[in-house]
């Protein structure tokens, strides 16, 4: 492939004009993080790349690499923590063909690395495919909810996944299968810098969209009933350590309702910390630091982070 026009060092906006000239690519310039992100924190990004379909992120990636472009990819934006002097590098969104979902040969479901949960669990829902319903209170993309095996009520999503499309550095497009895909709590080989999920296929077995819709309502209902609604957070901000959960400790030492600045550990559920409006990404830091400080000292415990803090 050849490469593009630029020699480094090269200008954000000199790299944006020769981006945007990749057929199925749409640039932004100059994104707030604070309009991509669930908490509503972050500062500023120079570009903002959404790649609608294979090709364009091929020739898109080899050609940052090869320029060595600082870049990361954003999902929903729901569980990373940015920083509010933003990010100096390249946001790139899987969208177009990247975020859609088919039923495939064999029964197996197709979907994009780009697609919202709840709109493949939506899909699954049409389709008559059980398996599915809790993703569909998780507000991520399947790439995002893969690379830290989301999950919820008992359920993980890599325990659905039969194999995985991903890019990698050095490596290139290749094909991982489950247990190539290490799923653990919160967890996956495809932690690491220089991985983007671009496929996945899904074992989804046919079932009463009835049954299925009546599961999904269910696991709304539970989840209304013990986290906060409608409110700027990040889901738990701390995976549960062995044997205990996150949420009733740090509620065991009083700190429900702590609050520095515009963040605040809710009321409802310790695990999470909410903006109450216009919070900064460093308060929300500080609170989380501040806890797992205090529940070290004061029960022993490590607690280790579920969102990604973003350098
Ligand atoms: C109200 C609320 C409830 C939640 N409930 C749950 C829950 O029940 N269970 C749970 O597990 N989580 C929950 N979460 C957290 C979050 O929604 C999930 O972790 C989700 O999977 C994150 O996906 P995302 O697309 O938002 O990822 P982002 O936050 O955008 O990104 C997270 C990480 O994934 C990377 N990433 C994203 N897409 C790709 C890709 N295609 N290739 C490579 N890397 C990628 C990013 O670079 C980043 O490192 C909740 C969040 C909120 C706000």
Known sequence: MEGWGFALPTTWEELSEEIEKVEGIVVRRNV????????????????MVDVCNLSAFLEL???????KVCWRVLGAGS????????YEGILI???????????????????GA????????????????????????????????????????GQEIGNLVEQVLIWERNQGLHWVNRVQAGFGYRSSSFKKEGVVLIKALFKAFPDSKEVIKKRMEELQARRAEHQPQGVFCAGSVFKNPVGDYAGRLIESLGFKGLRVGQAQVSN???NFIINLGGAKADEIRFIIKWIQGEVFRQKGIFLENEVEFWS
Request: charged share 15%.
């Open 93 to 111: 969104r899987l969208k177009g063909e990247l975020s859609q979902a088919s039923l495939g040969g064999g029964g197996f479901v197709e979907a």
């Open 114 to 153: 780009g697609i919202s949960l709840p709109k493949l669990a939506s899909l699954a829902l049409s389709l008559g495919l059980g398996g599915m319903e809790f993703l569909s209170g998780i507000p991520g993309t399947l790439g995002g909810a893969l690379k830290i095996n989301a999950g919820c009520f």
């Open 268 to 270: 409802k559920h310790a």
């Open 32 to 47: 707030s993080l604070r309009d991509l992100t669930s908490w509503r924190v972050g500062g500023q990004v120079p570009l």
């Open 79 to 86: 569980n990373i923590l940015p920083r509010d002097e933003g």
């Open 61 to 67: 990636i080899q050609n940052l690499e090869k320029g």
